[in-house]
């Protein structure tokens, strides 16, 4: 059984540019969740897709977007990136949307410049 | 507005001492209430819930207490072990509907046991 895996693992932009973060869900997984961790504060919400449907959205702008796809990987899509969007971006995986039975992968570090 | 806080950012604990951290929430609606512990360069992984039916829940060395009066929860681990340190989140979420609600997480305790 795989885990919950993450790519890139680091990751620079320039302020302005588009940024595309994949996850790929634990086997028998059909919901992931993303969620922005910023230095020294807990993972927040992003979103939830659920059979690939958005299924829930934290206080995030239009510009964070996602996509889930038939065998449940996942994208998260930033556009127009600030500077603030620099954090650990988490993807978690579960079956079912009773999201507190989730799996974390290790995150991407993006850094906005 | 934070829902969820850990007032220490950080607890240092002798090897085989009782480790405590708090959590305390703000949203009388959360009825379900989870840790995660949180290695460097890792994703946070699931360590023990509780559902705020109950006033404890034990799970081997990790023990978590709720005390709804006082929107107040805390994670007991004993013995403390030096793999024990991490970065420890509290975190609560409430049933909406037939499915709960998205989980909001605490800005985390850093654990150091010492050897």
């Known amino acids: 059984e795989t885990g919950v895996t993450q790519s890139p693992t680091h990751l620079i932009k320039t302020r302005g540019q588009q940024v595309t973060l994949r996850c790929s869900s634990q086997?028998?997984?059909?919901?992931v969740s993303w969620y922005q961790q910023a230095l020294g504060q807990g993972p927040q919400f992003i979103f939830q897709y659920y059979r690939e449907e958005e299924n829930g959205r934290g206080n995030f702008p239009p510009r964070f977007s996602g996509l889930q796809f038939p065998n449940y990987s996942s994208e998260l899509n930033v556009n127009a990136l600030e500077l603030d969007d620099s954090a650990l971006y988490l993807c978690a995986s579960s079956y079912g949307t009773a999201s507190y039975e989730q799996y974390f992968g290790p995150g991407t570090r993006l850094t906005v410049t | 507005d934070q829902q969820v806080k850990q007032n220490s950012p950080s607890l240092s604990v002798q090897e085989g001492r009782i480790s405590i951290l708090n959590c305390d929430y703000t949203?009388?609606?959360?009825?379900?209430f989870l840790w995660y512990k949180k290695y460097p360069a890792e994703g946070p992984t699931f360590l023990i819930s509780i559902s705020s039916i109950k006033d404890k829940n034990e799970d081997g060395r990790f023990t978590v207490f709720l005390n709804k009066s006082a929107k107040h929860l805390s994670l007991h681990i004993v013995p403390s072990q030096p793999g024990d340190s991490a970065v420890y989140f509290c975190?609560?979420?409430?049933?909406?509907?037939?499915?709960?609600?998205?989980?909001?997480f605490g800005p985390g305790t850093s654990l150091s046991v010492i050897p």
């Open positions: 086997s028998g997984h059909n919901t």
């Open positions: 975190a609560a979420s409430y049933l909406r509907g037939t499915s709960y609600d998205k989980v909001i």
């Open positions: 949203n009388s609606m959360f009825d379900y």
